[in-house]
């Protein structure tokens, strides 16, 4: 590894060139091992990679934690030196690097910062831990048509269901969340009783294309009382007995996914007409879905505001949303205080602050 600052005592705080960043970014969260590099100084995403390890876990039916943080460990080095490769510079041309340092697994998420710390020491260079979930709800500002703020948030993951109301980087009020089972959850849980495999979100939408979506009459969950709230245990249970009584599987898949998607429909038009807000995000692995992707752009088209989702492959985990939230960070100053690290397994949105203060 070849540094431009090896020299550079003491090594913290090393001083940063603000307005030249590009940042390395790393994200282990779960079990996704993801680089990226990107260019602040042209708005530019140089170059990203992501590695899955959905073989890893598929025997298991779900994430097995210790496996994960083994295979971030095996994959991190080898992503990096590809990732650098594509944007085509050495670690020398690197001014900042970006971690997500929670929410996630405990172990995963050390074999990251711990990678990123030894890449800041070795370096010299700044580090900075992101927080995951504002990686996902800034994830779409990558985009050519990037929200301006303030706006509203659907964060809809594999762990989180979340309406946030997004004022400015850094100030986030939580609207709304499910109360048991996040949606992507639901989605994982419904096709691992279809045999869909893990994680099995893409592949019941899939089998939903060949269904009718009005062949099962779901109850919407929470949609007759007020609040934001969201919840998709009680649902996720009647797709088992749908199953158990040997229904369709694509009629049990596309009736399920109509009902998500209406639910959300309605809690977001109360969302949006609580707060007056007429732009909306949305983000997160379940932003991927088509279906939803449609009836929200509907939506919004009828309402005569704009949605804004990422990219379809930056909906699920990667490291190009943590690049993109660190650089915003970074670039106001912000930085780690202490070459060592401790990650946050927990880490809610609304507990950070703007840029440049401790979060
Ligand atoms: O954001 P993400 O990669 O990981 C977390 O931070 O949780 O989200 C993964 C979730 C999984 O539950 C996966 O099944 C779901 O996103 N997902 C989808 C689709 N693609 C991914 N769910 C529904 N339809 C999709 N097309
Ligand atoms: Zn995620």
Redesign the pocket.
């Known amino acids: 590894m070849v540094c431009k600052r090896q020299a550079a005592s003491p090594l913290f705080p090393p001083t940063l060139e603000v307005k030249r960043v590009r940042v390395l970014a790393v994200e282990s ?2 079990d ?1 091992t993801a680089l990226a590099v990107y260019d602040g100084e042209r708005s530019q995403l140089l170059a990203h990679r992501v590695h899955s390890q959905t073989e890893v876990h598929a025997d298991y039916g779900g994430v097995v934690p210790e496996l994960a943080a083994r295979d971030h460990m095996r994959r991190l080095p080898v992503l990096a030196r590809q990732v650098m490769a594509d944007a085509g510079m050495g670690y020398g041309e690197i001014d900042a690097v970006a971690y997500t340092a929670g929410p ?1 697994l405990a172990g995963a998420l050390m074999t990251g910062a711990a990678f990123a710390k030894g890449v800041s020491a070795s370096c010299g260079i700044s580090a900075l831990a992101v927080n ?1 979930l504002e990686g ?1 709800i800034l994830a779409p500002l990558l985009e050519a048509e990037a929200p301006a703020f303030p706006f509203l948030a659907l964060l ?5 269901s979340q309406l946030i109301e997004v004022r400015a980087v850094g100030r986030y009020r939580l609207l709304g969340e499910s109360i048991d089972d ?4 639901a ?2 849980k419904s ?1 691992k009783l279809m045999g869909l495999g893990y ?4 592949a ?2 899939r089998l939903a294309e060949d269904g009718d979506p009005v062949a099962v009459p779901f109850t919407r969950p929470m949609v007759n009382r007020p609040g934001l709230d969201l919840s998709f245990s009680g649902l996720k249970t009647a797709v088992a007995n749908e199953i158990a009584a040997g229904r369709d599987h694509a009629d049990v898949a596309a009736s399920f ?1 109509r009902t998500v998607i209406d639910t959300l429909e309605i809690k977001l038009r109360r969302a949006l007409d609580q707060t007056g807000l007429d732009r909306l995000v949305v983000a ?3 932003a ?3 279906p ?1 992707r449609e009836r929200l752009t509907g939506m919004m088209v009828e309402r005569g505001g704009s949605v804004h989702f990422p990219a379809i492959e930056l ?3 990667n490291a190009a949303m943590i690049a993109l939230a660190g650089w915003l960070r970074l670039s106001a100053g912000e930085r780690d205080a202490d070459p060592g690290f401790a990650v946050r397994p927990r880490w809610p949105l609304d507990s950070l602050s703007p840029p440049g203060r401790a979060a």
């Not at 994680?199 to 893409?202: L, S, V």
């Open positions: 969260s779960c996704e996630g995951h996902h809809v993951s594999g762990g989180h996040a949606i992507g959850e989605f994982d096709a994680p099995g979100g893409a019941l939408s996914e997160g692995g379940v991927a879905n088509r939803l909906c699920t985990d």
